[in-house]
């Protein structure tokens, strides 16, 4: 594949829901795309790398002439149970893979532009308050800060190796296709949708085309770097979510709160991303120059659903 004028990208997690929707936007604004995935799949837009983690291997040609790393690859922390060894899954396919990129750049491409890894809202830690938390702030203590942490102690190595870098840490992606929305509308279409807890947690949502924008902005403008979260600037808790979909769907559900016990039976250690939840702020991508197109949850409920 000839290079393009407008420069090459390498996507990691391209098959995941932020990699299907980055992709053709990348493509369609000029960029060459290449994707690294476990086996080869025909991609449009993109040519496809293969990689194994395990086997510290990446395919001849991926990092070649490259110019700018968008990765995205990592196990869901939100499916199954946490386990042992899924809990070590979860924190290995960010850890592992970002080292690899990176011991593999410095051999083959160390004239690389810029790398953008995705992180989460979870590195503030699982606590609801109405502190609104900030890039700023310091981490939690729970499973899901510290695979944060570690995650982005990867990042710091392009960062100290000179390259342009950036962490974004999204909060709850919000799409007709998959993810949170999609697990939900089964119960608003019945009518019955039990909180978690008192629905008191706050929600950290972001609409796709956001978050996909945000990754443009990074990836367009040389002067963005650092950490930013990927969050909309209209806040929301859990119940507020269940009510405004109540709304937008123009169905009357019945959404009781729920005593927390039953669900940490139910999921464990993970029960804590179910039950608590930060307020997260925006201020800084939005000072960065990027112009949200969905900042209240009912308009980008709307769009999705409507």
Same mark, same amino acid.
């Given at each position: 594949?000839?290079?393009?004028?407008?420069?090459?990208?390498?996507?990691? !997690? !391209?098959?995941?829901?932020?990699?299907?929707?980055?992709?053709?936007?990348?493509?369609? #604004?000029?960029? =060459?795309?290449?994707?690294?995935?476990?086996?080869?799949?025909?991609?449009? !837009?993109?040519?496809?790398?293969?990689?194994?983690?395990?086997?510290?291997?990446?395919?001849?040609?991926?990092?070649?002439?490259?110019?700018?790393?968008?990765?995205?690859?990592?196990?869901?922390?939100?499916?199954?149970?946490?386990?042992?060894?899924?809990?070590?899954?979860?924190?290995?396919?960010?850890?592992?893979?970002?080292?690899?990129?990176?011991?593999?750049?410095?051999?083959? *491409?160390? =004239?690389?532009?810029?790398?953008? #890894? +995705?992180?989460?809202?979870?590195?503030?830690?699982?606590?609801?308050?109405?502190?609104?938390? /900030?890039?700023?702030?310091?981490?939690?203590?729970?499973?899901?800060?510290?695979?944060? &942490?570690?995650?982005?102690?990867?990042?710091?190595?392009?960062?100290?190796?000179?390259?342009?870098?950036?962490?974004?840490?999204?909060?709850?992606?919000?799409?007709?296709? =998959?993810?949170?929305?999609?697990?939900?509308?089964?119960? &608003?279409?019945?009518?019955?949708?039990?909180?978690?807890?008192?629905?008191?947690?706050?929600?950290?949502?972001?609409?796709?085309?956001?978050?996909?924008?945000?990754?443009?902005?990074?990836?367009?403008?040389?002067?963005?770097?650092?950490?930013? *979260?990927?969050?909309?600037?209209?806040?929301? /808790?859990?119940?507020?979510?269940?009510?405004?979909?109540?709304?937008?769907?123009?169905?009357?559900?019945?959404?009781?709160?729920?005593?927390?016990?039953?669900?940490?039976?139910?999921?464990?250690?993970?029960?804590?991303?179910?039950?608590?939840?930060?307020?997260?702020?925006?201020?800084?991508?939005? *000072?960065?120059?990027?112009?949200?197109?969905?900042?209240?949850?009912?308009? +980008?409920?709307?769009?999705?659903? &409507?």
């Amino acid at each position: 594949m000839a290079k393009s004028g407008k420069g090459s990208v390498l996507i990691t !997690g !391209g098959s995941g829901l932020v990699g299907r929707k980055l992709i053709p936007a990348l493509a369609a #604004s000029g960029y =060459e795309v290449r994707v690294l995935s476990r086996r080869k799949s025909d991609i449009p !837009g993109a040519k496809t790398y293969k990689w194994n983690i395990k086997d510290q291997y990446i395919e001849d040609g991926a990092l070649e002439h490259l110019d700018h790393i968008i990765h995205l690859a990592g196990s869901s922390i939100g499916k199954g149970r946490w386990t042992k060894s899924r809990k070590q899954s979860i924190m290995d396919s960010r850890v592992l893979s970002a080292r690899l990129l990176f011991d593999s750049i410095e051999k083959r *491409n160390p =004239e690389l532009k810029s790398f953008t #890894s +995705a992180s989460a809202t979870g590195y503030y830690g699982a606590v609801t308050t109405d502190k609104e938390f /900030t890039e700023a702030d310091p981490p939690g203590d729970d499973f899901a800060a510290r695979v944060c &942490i570690k995650w982005e102690e990867q990042a710091g190595l392009f960062r100290s190796g000179g390259y342009r870098t950036s962490v974004v840490r999204t909060g709850i992606v919000l799409s007709k296709k =998959e993810g949170m929305l999609t697990r939900v509308m089964p119960t &608003i279409n019945m009518r019955f949708s039990p909180l978690f807890g008192k629905g008191r947690q706050y929600l950290p949502w972001i609409h796709i085309d956001d978050l996909t924008g945000i990754y443009m902005k990074i990836l367009n403008d040389p002067s963005v770097d650092g950490i930013y *979260n990927a969050v909309s600037p209209g806040p929301a /808790t859990y119940r507020d979510f269940i009510k405004t979909l109540s709304s937008v769907t123009d169905k009357k559900v019945f959404m009781p709160a729920t005593p927390e016990l039953p669900w940490k039976l139910l999921f464990g250690e993970k029960s804590q991303i179910l039950l608590e939840g930060s307020r997260v702020s925006a201020e800084k991508v939005i *000072n960065a120059g990027y112009k949200f197109s969905y900042t209240q949850l009912k308009d +980008a409920l709307a769009e999705l659903l &409507i």
